[in-house]
C-alpha cells in the first residue's frame, strides 16, 4: 500500500541523547516535512526538503537537522535532546505543487526524560 | 506575523450541521485546506479552497472569502465518526503550510 512510514511510533529517550526519526514515503512526491505537534498549538515546520539534495529550515529548527540523500527518504535526528522536544512528530510529503495536499505519517510520539 | 484563528473546541448533536470557521493573516495565499484529525491520528485532507465561494463534497463544503480572509467547514448530517479534531491550514507565498492549532469538535447523542 502506498503512504508514507515513521519509525518508530513512540519512543522514551534520555536527555541528551541522540535520536533519528525515520520517514519514508513510496509516492515519488519532491516535497517531504516534519512538523511537531503540541497541545494547543498548531502543528509547526521543523525542516522542509522541497527536492531530494534540498532541505530548508522552518518556524522551530533549532535542536533539530535533516537530510535527504533520496527522493522516499527524510530522516530527523535530535543531536542531543532536550526536554523541550517532547512532542508528537509528523512526516509528511506532497507532489510539490500548490493545489495538492500533503499526506501525513502516522505520527511519532517522543517523550524526552 | 502569520496567524490562523479558529475556536479551540465546538460541541453538537449527532444528525445536526456544524459550522467551524477559520480566519488568517498570511504572508501571501496560495490556497486553504481543511483536514480532519483523529485523537491519536494523524491528520488527514478533506478540503482544499483557492477561489472564492463553495466546494462541496459529500457530507462537507468548505467556503473561502478570500478578501476577509476567512473560511468556514460545513459539516452536515453529523455522525458520531465526525467527532475529531479540524485543522484549518494556509499555503502561503512560501508555498509553506500554516496551520492553526485545530478545532476539536465533540459530537453527542
Known amino acids: 500500500i502506498a503512504g508514507i512510514t515513521q519509525a518508530p511510533t513512540s519512543q522514551i529517550l534520555a536527555a541528551g541523547r541522540r535520536m533519528t526519526l525515520r520517514c519514508t514515503q513510496d509516492?515519488?512526491?519532491?516535497?517531504m516535512y516534519w512538523y511537531r505537534q503540541d497541545l494547543g498549538l498548531g502543528l509547526r515546520l521543523i525542516h522542509y526538503s522541497n527536492t531530494a539534495g534540498t532541505t530548508g529550515k522552518g518556524e522551530v529548527p533549532d535542536g533539530y537537522s535533516v537530510s535527504r540523500a533520496n527522493t522516499d527518504d527524510f530522516p530527523l535526528t535530535l543531536a542531543s535532546a532536550v526536554p523541550s522536544q517532547t512532542s508528537v512528530y509528523f512526516c509528511?510529503?506532497?507532489?510539490?505543487?500548490?493545489?495538492?495536499?500533503?499526506?501525513f505519517g502516522q505520527g511519532t510520539r517522543l517523550t524526552v526524560v | 506575523g502569520q496567524n490562523i484563528d479558529q475556536p479551540t473546541e465546538m460541541t453538537a448533536t449527532e444528525g445536526a450541521i456544524v459550522q467551524i470557521n477559520c480566519t488568517y493573516q498570511?504572508?501571501?495565499?496560495?490556497?486553504l485546506f481543511w483536514y480532519q484529525q483523529h485523537a491519536g491520528e494523524a491528520p488527514t485532507f478533506l478540503s482544499y479552497?483557492?477561489l472564492d465561494g463553495l466546494e462541496e463534497k459529500g457530507r462537507f463544503s468548505s467556503f473561502l472569502s478570500r478578501s476577509k480572509g476567512y473560511s468556514y467547514l460545513l459539516l452536515k448530517e453529523l455522525q458520531m465518526k465526525d467527532s475529531a479534531s479540524y485543522l484549518c491550514?494556509?499555503?502561503?507565498?512560501?508555498?509553506?503550510?500554516?496551520w492553526g492549532a485545530g478545532t476539536k469538535l465533540i459530537i453527542k447523542p
Open positions: 498570511t504572508s501571501g495565499f496560495n490556497g
Open positions: 509528511a510529503s506532497s507532489d510539490g505543487s500548490s493545489s495538492t495536499e500533503a499526506f
Open positions: 479552497n483557492v
Open positions: 491550514a494556509v499555503r502561503d507565498s512560501n508555498y509553506q503550510l500554516i
Open positions: 509516492m515519488r512526491h519532491n516535497a
